[in-house]
């Protein structure tokens, strides 16, 4: 028997992966390689791994997630820690957080000239 996969994309850097039925939404980026979500105890503690579901809403379930990283308001707009957070669709997301500078900065979205800076 075969899980269900759900596509997950990370607005913020165009990157998109797999995630299987059962795995949490870090679980299924770090399995493939990838490193668009930042991640830290994967256990829910740290909130590292902070993001808000864009499309896909209701497309998912959640373990307990601290009240010190997440609170009700938060999961009324849909962010959540990625680390307890279950597709059951696909799902577009943001990453949110003190972290997301990082990750735009690693996927080589922030402002640069090239052809200015080659010149010099």
């Known amino acids: ?21 059962g795995e949490h939404l870090l679980q299924g980026m770090l399995s493939l390689g990838k490193k668009g979500i930042p991640s830290g105890c994967h256990g829910g503690g740290c909130g590292v791994c902070k993001i808000q579901v864009q499309k896909g809403k209701g497309l998912y379930r ?6 010190a990283h997440i609170s009700e308001k938060d999961e009324l ?7 307890r957070t ?3 669709g696909d799902i577009e997301l943001t990453v949110v957080g003190g972290i997301k500078k990082s990750v735009m900065r ?13 010149d010099k």
């Open 77 to 83: 707009k849909n962010i959540v820690l990625a680390c």
């Open 1 to 21: 028997m075969t899980s269900r996969k759900y596509q997950i994309t990370i607005i913020d850097t165009g990157e998109k992966y797999w995630c299987r039925e």
């Open 86 to 88: 279950f597709p059951e």
């Open 106 to 118: 690693s996927a080589g979205t922030f402002s640069f000239n090239y052809s200015t800076a080659k």
């Open 62 to 67: 959640n373990k307990s997630m601290s009240r």
